[in-house]
């Protein structure tokens, strides 16, 4: 008889930050030959389309503010496919490691003796280059903050302020629900004039985005409508004058 042993096996893959065909090589030949995805909101669904035919594809999005699978029952989930099924992807949007969770699961999958795999992706900041805003630029700036807009507990976080004493371009994951208080935080501190951009739907044909002033973003989220899942990049890189 055909020895059919499963090895439970996970793989934590980053999707990138929408359009399909930014997904590494690598992410692409594993979507072709794993048992079964698991998806969250912010991954492309035409990934889905490199699967095998009868690879198992279950949604566990977390929609902000909105419909929600709890991690607990993604846990569940990772163990009970890969102990099923053997090979697992946990596709994730952008990359898994930056505000993703992505490390949490793979402790967790360790824990019951899953053996793990990480496919690191491209993470939603880094569309800015779309806009002509660079992350980093000799002339206006040498390091990249990247914080989270908000904590566990809800608060904004304390990281910001500190990031705001510095030239570093400053980067707002999950921020548009506090978009008036970040703008606030950079008005007291005399800070409200520097140049900023919102990025929604990155790297996707129904991109949009708007540039102008800190103290501005708020008014003109506002009037384009803009609202998650979307970056915030607060920093002279994001002058429209900015030149070398």
Not at 126 to 136: H, K, V
Request: charge should be negative; aromatic fraction near 6%; include cysteine.
């Amino acid at each position: 008889m055909e020895d059919k042993t499963i090895t439970p096996e996970l793989y934590v893959m980053g999707a990138g930050p929408g359009d399909p065909e930014l997904i590494t090589v690598k992410g692409y030949k594993v979507l072709q030959l794993t048992n079964v995805v698991l998806y969250d909101n912010l991954a492309n669904k035409q990934l889905l389309d490199i699967t095998r035919e009868d690879c198992e594809k279950i949604y566990v999005g977390k929609r902000p503010y909105g419909d929600y699978t709890s991690q607990e029952r993604i846990h569940e989930l990772i163990l009970q496919k890969t102990t099923e099924k053997g090979m697992v992807v946990r596709l994730k949007g952008g990359d898994p490691f930056i505000f993703g969770r992505g490390y949490e699961e793979i402790l967790f999958a360790r824990e019951h003796g899953i053996t793990t795999h990480f496919i690191p992706g491209i993470t939603s900041m880094q569309a800015s280059g779309f806009l002509d805003i660079p992350l980093t630029h000799r002339s206006v700036s040498e390091s990249i903050w990247v914080v989270t807009g908000t904590k566990k507990d809800g608060r904004l976080s304390a990281d910001l302020r500190l990031a705001m004493q510095s030239n570093a371009t400053v980067v707002v994951y999950m921020g548009m629900k506090k978009l008036s208080e970040i703008a606030q935080t950079y008005i007291d501190a005399g800070n409200g004039n520097i140049p900023a951009a919102i990025i929604q739907h990155a790297s996707l044909p129904h991109q949009r985005s708007v540039r102008g002033i800190i103290q501005d973003l708020p008014r003109l989220a506002e009037e384009q409508h803009l609202t998650h899942p979307a970056v915030i990049i607060i920093g002279w890189v994001a002058d429209e004058n900015l030149s070398y």
